[in-house]
């Protein structure tokens, strides 16, 4: 395609335009892109971590090595090393009532040295985070009876694959790492369909179902042995007040031993739904359910006829004249 001067101009004309737009110190037109965090960076983290949590069942096609523990020592080095410098440049966010346990940053010198610190914290949770994941792997393979064995949980279930980036996340966020925490599970929402917020606190023995639409609330505090079904949202009723709601309890506590299935929605940082209880497809419930309750949402009347009913109106033959039974639902 040969470009001719008129074009060139017209074109120069679009590229200047678009510059200039840069120019009006509005947040989206930052130029600092070497100051934020790198997205690909902390979904590579992301990877790394799945395989020294499970290390068994994800292979590094760049290294290799007979000794697993070789493997292992490099990745998780890997890990504290890349973890270290994304953590340096998101510190920066940071305000005086967020401080992260490694003490606050006084000037760019002491990043690399707190962001270090916070890293190693970080990996020293490695072993309880398997722990809790283990739990979630036994209720899973407990509760879905089409589940062959571990094996396929661990390599094909979105559900647990969002619960163990979550809890890595949630880990991050307990340390007050700022922004890092948001950007993992907003990768597992990216390729599961399922949004849990870090901040969410989630107990053992966590079991989510086919799992797609999932929303799950920052301040949302959730007990052991709880099961939850595609299409749950534990919300807040009302976002309206902006951020003066910032650190405010906005999403529902679920206690142990409950199940949620599909479509429901729970909203409301003071609605309670209490051990045992069992919420029933599409239930919208913003008040609090006592303990061993039955949740569920009355079933529209069923309606058949057959053609031998009066009012039926046998619809059009596109069965070749086969003698079928007619019936339709109201």
Not at 77 to 106: F, H, P, R
Not at 282 to 294: D, G, L, M, Y
Request: proline share 3%; aromatic share 8%.
């Amino acid at each position: 395609m040969t470009v001719n001067t008129g074009d060139a101009d017209r074109i120069k004309g679009v590229v200047d335009g678009i510059l200039q737009d840069y120019n009006q110190g509005r947040d989206i037109d930052k130029m600092s892109v070497f100051h934020q965090p790198d997205k690909e960076a902390v979904t590579s983290i992301v990877n790394k971590m799945i395989r020294i949590i499970y290390p068994g069942y994800y292979r590094d096609k760049l290294f290799k090595s007979y000794n697993m523990d070789s493997n292992l020592n490099v990745w998780i080095e890997d890990v504290i090393y890349n973890l270290s410098k994304q953590i340096a440049l998101v510190l920066q966010y940071q305000n005086e009532n967020d401080q992260s346990d490694c003490g606050c940053v006084t000037d760019e010198a002491d990043l690399d040295e707190q962001a270090l610190c916070i890293s190693i914290k970080f990996c020293q949770q490695i072993p309880k985070i398997r722990e809790y994941l283990d739990t979630d792997l036994e209720a899973t393979l407990q509760g879905d009876p089409a589940a062959l064995n571990k094996d396929e949980i661990i390599l094909s279930y979105p559900g647990l694959l969002a619960t163990t980036i979550n809890r890595m996340a949630h880990e991050l966020y307990l340390l007050n790492v700022p922004l890092i925490p948001r950007m993992m599970t907003e990768y597992a929402h990216s390729i599961t369909g399922i949004d849990i917020h870090p901040a969410a606190t989630i107990g053992k023995y966590f079991f989510i179902d086919h799992g797609t639409g999932i929303v799950v609330g920052s301040t949302t505090i959730i007990g052991e042995n709880v099961k939850i079904y595609q299409g749950v949202t534990i919300g807040a009723l009302s976002t309206s007040g902006g951020q003066s709601l910032r650190g405010v309890k906005r999403h529902p506590t679920i206690e142990d031993n409950v199940t949620i299935y599909s479509g429901a929605s729970i909203l409301g940082g003071e609605t309670v739904i209490g051990h045992g209880s069992v919420i029933g497809s599409n239930a919208f419930i913003t008040k609090s359910i006592p303990a061993n309750a039955r949740v569920t949402i009355k079933n529209q009347e069923l309606v058949m006829k057959t053609s031998g009913d009066r009012g039926f109106e046998e619809p059009e033959d596109n069965n070749n004249g086969q003698d079928d039974t007619w019936f339709y639902v109201i």
